[in-house]
Nanobody, 123 residues
Framework: VQLQASGGGLVQAGGSLRLSCAAS????????LGWFRQAPGKEREFVAF????????YYADSVKGRFTISRDNAKNAVWLQMPSLKPEDTAVYYC?????????????????WGQGTKVTVSS
C-alpha cells in the first residue's frame, strides 16, 4: 500500500488542523493505520492508532482527549483531527500502515509509511 499524508501547515496555538492520509495500491481495509510524529531533534513518537474497522482507537497520552483519528475504507483515507493545538505539537506527522490488526504504538510495527506532512504551531 502507498500512503500520502497532507494537511499540515502553520497555525497559531489553539488552532486546528485536519491531516489526511490517502492510500492506494492495495486493499485499504486490510490494514490498521497509525499516525506518528517527529519533532526537530527528537525521535519519532506514536500519536494515534485505528483498527481496520475503525472500532478500535488508541492515542498517546499527550493527545488523548484532543486529537481524533478516523477512517473511511470506501474512500481509502484516514484522518487526524487536531483541535486545540499547542506549540509542542509541532512536528512532521506521518501516517503508517500495518497488516497486523492489533494495536501497536511502535514505529517498527508498521511496514508502510507516507512521506510526512509538517505541522508548525506558533505560540
Amino acid at each position: 500500500v502507498q500512503l500520502q499524508a497532507s494537511g499540515g501547515g502553520l497555525v497559531q496555538a489553539g488552532g486546528s488542523l485536519r491531516l489526511s492520509c490517502a492510500a492506494s495500491g492495495s486493499t485499504f481495509s486490510s490494514y490498521a493505520l497509525g499516525w506518528f510524529r517527529q519533532a526537530p531533534g527528537k525521535e519519532r513518537e506514536f500519536v494515534a492508532f485505528i483498527s481496520w474497522s475503525g472500532r478500535s482507537t488508541y492515542y498517546a497520552d499527550s493527545v488523548k482527549g484532543r486529537f481524533t483519528i478516523s477512517r473511511d475504507n470506501a474512500k481509502n483515507a484516514v484522518w487526524l483531527q487536531m483541535p486545540s493545538l499547542k506549540p509542542e505539537d509541532t512536528a512532521v506527522y506521518y501516517c503508517a500502515a500495518r497488516r497486523v490488526q492489533t494495536y501497536s504504538g511502535y514505529d517498527v510495527g508498521y511496514s508502510y509509511w507516507g512521506q510526512g506532512t509538517k505541522v508548525t504551531v506558533s505560540s
